[in-house]
């Protein structure tokens, strides 16, 4: 078949892509997100909502100096998490309003909101 893939099939392969967590995530978290459907950028605005870390702080930088975050910080408070993640899931302007801190301009913090990839409930 020498036919190339539909846009379908090439956007149900980059979602799939985008939803498998990095691999310097520790191993517990990325199990907890793939259960729950979580990506890494809604872990993004969970550390900003809890001022943990701004919402485009890098994880990979996490990852190398302060790992425990991930397990002592999410993984062991995975229910409240996932109830923060439930509840900005429905209301965008929580996380552009994060973005506003940073960026300091609302169409940007709105594109950036844009971006990322979040599993709205719309």
């Known amino acids: 078949n020498d ?3 539909s846009q379908e099939t090439i956007n149900n392969v980059e979602q799939s892509l985008s939803s498998v967590p990095p691999e310097y995530l520790p ?3 990325r199990d907890l997100m793939i259960s729950n459907k979580v990506t890494e950028d809604e872990l993004h605005v969970v550390a900003g909502i809890r001022g943990h870390f ?3 702080t890098d ?3 996490i990852a190398q100096t302060t ?3 991930f397990t002592g910080g999410l993984v062991a408070n995975w229910q ?3 109830q923060l993640i439930n509840e900005f899931r429905s209301n965008r ?3 552009e309003d994060l973005w506003m801190k940073i960026v300091g301009d609302k169409d940007l913090a709105y594109d950036k909101t844009a971006d ?3 599993n709205w409930n719309e």
């Open 116 to 118: 990322m990839n979040i």
């Open 59 to 61: 994880f990979a930088t």
């Open 93 to 95: 302007q929580t996380v």
């Open 27 to 29: 191993r517990e978290l």
């Open 67 to 69: 790992p425990e975050y």
């Open 80 to 82: 409240p998490v996932l």
């Open 54 to 56: 701004p919402i485009d």
């Open 3 to 5: 036919n190339p893939p």
